[in-house]
C-alpha cells in the first residue's frame, strides 16, 4: 500500500477569497497574483481556495491521488485527486458532501503530527462526481500511519 507521499499527499488550508470586480456580463472576477483575470464566476463573490500548508496544525484537510485510481494507473499518471476535510476545521459545509448531501468530516487520530504518521477515522468513501468511489482508510484498520489503501 502507498504512503501519503507517494500519493502526492498535500496538507490544505481552506480561505475564502472575495472579489467586488463584475464584467459587462455581471460575472464575478478575480484575479491572479499578476492581476490577470483568473476565474469568472457566476455564483458569488467569494471562492474557495486551497493552499499547501507545512504543518498539520495549521490543515483543514488533506489532498493526496486516489490509491484505488494511482494502483490501476500504475503511478500519478491519470490518476484523481482524493480531498478529505477534518472535523472542527472552518471548511464551509458545501464542500466534502456525500451522495445524500451531508457534510462529512474527518477525525485525525491522536499521535498524527503530519503527513508520514496521519491516521484518520472513519473510513473514507469517495462519492465526488466522476471519482472511481474509492473506499479505504488513511493509517487505520490494518493500515500503516501515513499510508492509505
Not at 94 to 102: A, D, I, P, T, Y
Request: include cysteine; proline fraction near 8%.
Amino acid at each position: 500500500m502507498p504512503t501519503l507521499r507517494e500519493l502526492d499527499a498535500h496538507l490544505l488550508q481552506w480561505q475564502p477569497e472575495t472579489t467586488t470586480e463584475r464584467d459587462e456580463q455581471g460575472m464575478w472576477v478575480f484575479r491572479d497574483e499578476h492581476g490577470e483575470p483568473e476565474l469568472w464566476s457566476p455564483y458569488g463573490p467569494t471562492r474557495d481556495v486551497f493552499v499547501p500548508v507545512a504543518t498539520l496544525q495549521e490543515a483543514h484537510g488533506i489532498r493526496f491521488l486516489c490509491p484505488k485510481n494511482f494502483a490501476k494507473n500504475g503511478g500519478a499518471g491519470g490518476t484523481h485527486s482524493t480531498y478529505v476535510w477534518f472535523a472542527g476545521s472552518p471548511v464551509p459545509g458545501h464542500l466534502g458532501r456525500n451522495k445524500e448531501g451531508q457534510t462529512v468530516r474527518w477525525t485525525v487520530m491522536p499521535g498524527s503530527t503530519g503527513i508520514d504518521d496521519l491516521s484518520l477515522t472513519p473510513s473514507i468513501q469517495e462519492q465526488d462526481e466522476g471519482a472511481c468511489g474509492w473506499h479505504g482508510f488513511v493509517g487505520s484498520n490494518g493500515v500503516p500511519r501515513g499510508s492509505a489503501a
